[in-house]
């Protein structure tokens, strides 16, 4: 006798033999019983989970003589075991990936006119959405209007594909994929119809290689009967799940080594790395995923104390991808090392930001642009306001009295430091040596963030050139540039001093423009320039608005509400 696989040798018969499926199953059944059967069906879902079973049961139980009365097929009488056998005229099956062109779909269309011995003829059409356009709309018709006794199931694993207008004339219904608690109880269930003799161990790896299919599920079945047990080269990703959270790089990869060395495919370590990085991350939010057993959830949740939560889901995306990239990749393992470098490279320390290389626009060089100028203008009248607004509170400032005596030069009693003195000089503690990387990395994620909206657009494009003891030096772009962020400087300072600890002093420069030679011709660069709304705000204190200073700044100039360019 020639040998059936499992998942043919026990395909489900009745719809109560099909696991997971219970919304496909209870409407069908239903439908059967009230004989309100839809005349087009189209099944969803992914491969393994039933659409062609349950399709086979639906004509079986439409076009079985001795129907129990409760939607089933009674699996006696001549049709049930001509539907059994594979003999039934009343089913026709077409695979569409095969039978996809515009002549298949015609010589449908002349057959479901004929009769046929059953009281129903049942089409079912697999992976529909394999079928080319054309013959998608010569389908239509017939799947709009077909006869009386005929109906259409179409079955396919990518729904999006299917004509909308094929759809809309459906009943769509989706399946899911099986959890793993229905699959491992399955497992146990047909191995002991089989007759065949598994332990915990085999029915855990087959519900894993099922992945909610159950097909792949009874195939890995069948693989594991065949070579008698687990394969020995299947290999555990506890030491590369341990070592990603520990954060060890070097343990990491040298995991994936050994693992890939014992004859582990890259792609399937890292698939099951990732599902496993997943139950940990909901066992961490006490969650059992369904792919993990009772006894699985102490583990996983201790290691989800030991790892951060930012680091198992930036390891989940870098793992995914690398799953992705594996695909077209020659190298699958190479693809898996450069995943792990990049999760563990937020440990390094990060290196001072290096100036990019970048020529001066000439209208940075020369200031000549309109934005240019209004920054210019705007800002020789707010420093003259600012020096007269400076000269007129000191001329009616109080004049200070007098300074106490000296003490005697006998006392060994030190003063107390100056509270008008700046904190750097009232302070008795010597600044600590700075490093670059350490002043970056505060000025990225702490000092940046925390400025004005203002100070922070101005600043966002300074590069830190050098730091000294208690001197942080930044480089701007341009003159103009550094003009206007030195009106902010005591702002850094204090922002620095805070996230520091430490007397800071900010020195700003301007980048070194490049000279053109005098044969050359200049090369013109058009750029937009950028206008900051808030510089033209108009002050809270009642004065001159930003507008007025504008006019001031520019004689003739008319100010108008009109939008456009003014340009017939």
């Known amino acids: 006798m020639v040998y059936q696989s499992l998942y043919r040798r026990f395909r489900p018969q009745t719809f109560s033999e099909v696991i997971g499926q219970d919304h496909l199953v209870a409407a069908l059944r239903n439908a059967v019983v009230e004989e309100r059967v839809g005349h087009a069906y189209l099944l969803s879902g992914p491969r393994g989970t039933g659409k062609t079973s349950t399709a086979r049961i639906l004509a079986k139980a439409l076009n079985c003589l001795e129907p129990p009365g409760d939607g089933e097929p009674c699996g006696n009488c001549d049709s049930c075991t001509n539907f059994e056998s594979g003999t039934s005229m009343d089913l026709v099956e077409l695979d569409a990936a095969s039978h996809r062109g515009l002549d298949d779909v015609r010589q449908i269309n002349r057959d479901v006119a004929l009769g046929n011995p059953g009281k129903r003829k049942v089409y079912v059409l697999d992976e529909v959405h394999m079928l080319t356009r054309e013959a998608s709309n010569a389908l239509l018709k017939t799947l709009e209007e077909p006869p009386e006794h005929v109906i259409f199931v179409l079955a396919t694993t990518d729904p999006q594909k299917v004509l909308p207008t094929i759809r809309s004339r459906t009943q769509h219904v989706e399946l899911t994929l099986v959890p793993a608690g229905l699959l491992r109880e399955h497992a146990k269930e047909i191995a002991e119809r089989a007759e065949l003799q598994i332990d915990s161990s085999v029915v855990d790896y087959v519900?894993?290689?099922?992945?909610?299919?159950?097909?792949?599920?009874?195939?890995?079945?069948?693989?594991?009967?065949?070579?008698?047990?687990?394969?020995?080269h299947r290999g555990s990703v506890d030491a590369l799940v341990d070592a990603i959270v520990a954060q060890d790089l070097t343990e990491s990869m040298t995991a994936v080594a050994e693992?890939?060395?014992?004859?582990?495919?890259?792609?399937?370590?890292?698939?099951r790395s990732t599902r496993k990085l997943r139950d940990i991350f909901l066992a961490g939010a006490g969650i059992n995923s369904g792919d993990s057993i009772p006894e699985e959830l102490p583990d996983l949740a201790e290691k989800a104390g030991r790892i951060t939560k930012a680091v198992n889901v930036r390891a989940l995306e870098l793992l995914g991808q690398a799953l992705v990239d594996m695909r077209q990749a020659p190298d699958p393992r190479l693809v898996l090392d450069l995943a792990l470098v990049r999760l563990f490279a937020g440990a390094v320390e990060p290196q001072a930001p290096r100036k990019p290389e970048r020529s001066a626009s000439p209208a940075q060089e020369t200031g000549s642009g309109p934005a240019a100028q209004a920054r210019a203008a705007l800002a020789s009248v707010k420093g003259s306001e600012e020096s007269e607004a400076s000269t007129a509170d000191s001329a009616s400032a109080p004049v200070p009295p007098a300074p106490p005596p000296p003490p005697s030069s006998d006392s060994n009693v030190a003063d107390p430091p100056d509270p008008m003195l700046p904190a750097s000089q009232a302070s008795d503690k010597t600044p600590e040596e700075l490093s670059m990387a350490q002043v970056a990395k505060i000025w990225e994620q702490q000092a940046l963030p925390a400025l004005s909206a203002r100070a922070r657009a101005r600043f966002q494009a300074a590069t830190l050139v050098s730091v000294s003891a208690g001197q942080v030096q930044f480089e701007l772009p341009n003159e103009t540039h550094r003009e206007r962020c030195e009106q902010m400087k005591d702002d850094i300072e204090a922002v620095l001093r805070k996230a520091l600890e430490a007397p800071v002093r900010v020195e700003l420069t301007a980048a070194r423009e490049a000279k053109p030679d005098a044969d050359s011709k200049p090369i013109v660069v058009t750029e937009e320039e950028i206008v900051d709304p808030a510089e033209f705000e108009a002050s809270a204190d009642g004065g001159p608005s930003s507008v007025d200073r504008l006019l001031d700044a520019f004689p003739g100039a008319v100010a108008s509400d009109d939008e456009g360019n003014g340009r017939g």
């Open 207 to 232: 519900v894993e290689r099922g992945g909610g299919s159950v097909r792949d599920m009874l195939s890995a079945l069948d693989q594991v009967v065949t070579a008698g047990g687990v394969p020995e």
């Open 259 to 271: 693992i890939v060395a014992a004859g582990v495919d890259p792609k399937d370590l890292a698939y």
